[in-house]
């Protein structure tokens, strides 16, 4: 009788754990639900998603339906997708296939945090955000703006949009 309490007892234990090590994970996490756009000359997405954001590691999921269509795992180096069109790949190497190869490595990242690219070339502060324009003459045309509820980024010489919008 003893035997068997003792074994409830750690079954109920390591099922508490699990729950609370899940709990702590979310927690690093941004919940809201967006917005999201990704339209570059080799793929186009524009539906519901999330942007998560953890200390190392930023992941993107956009559904359409409740289905996942695009996910996207930066961490470390590299770009992983979960939803079929590639498997990982070098954050330089994204860059090159999906955006710009004239983009710093960090660019995708740093879009979706809302932080500033290009070390802060060109930031201009806003009320809830900021500001930057940044023109390399037959490479890229940037505008970038985040505010507290929105990120937008458009590059006219590459054909890209990023947005990311809170709903």
């Given at each position: ?5 003792i ?14 090590t ?29 942007v998560?954001?953890g ?32 498997s ?43 500001v930057?324009?940044?023109t390399?003459a ?18 006219t010489?590459?054909n ?8």
């Amino acid at each position: 009788m003893k035997k068997r309490y003792i074994i409830l007892l750690s079954l109920v234990a390591i099922l508490l754990s699990g729950c609370i090590t899940s709990q702590n994970t979310h927690q690093q996490r941004d919940q809201k639900s967006k917005f999201i756009v990704m339209k570059t000359p080799v793929f186009r997405y524009a539906d519901q998603g999330f942007v998560y954001k953890g200390s190392s590691t930023t992941k993107i999921e956009i559904y359409s339906s409740g289905v996942v269509v695009m996910k996207l795992d930066i961490a470390k180096g590299k770009v992983c997708n979960g939803s079929g069109l590639f498997s990982c790949m070098s954050k330089k190497e994204f860059n090159k296939r999906y955006l710009s190869a004239s983009y710093p490595d960090d660019m995708l990242e740093k879009i979706f945090r809302g932080e500033a690219i290009f070390t802060g070339k060109n930031l201009i502060k806003k009320d809830k955000g900021f500001v930057q324009k940044i023109t390399l003459a037959g490479s890229y045309n940037i505008d970038y703006t985040v505010l507290s509820d929105s990120i937008v980024f458009r590059d006219t010489v590459s054909n890209i949009l990023i947005k990311v919008k809170d709903v």
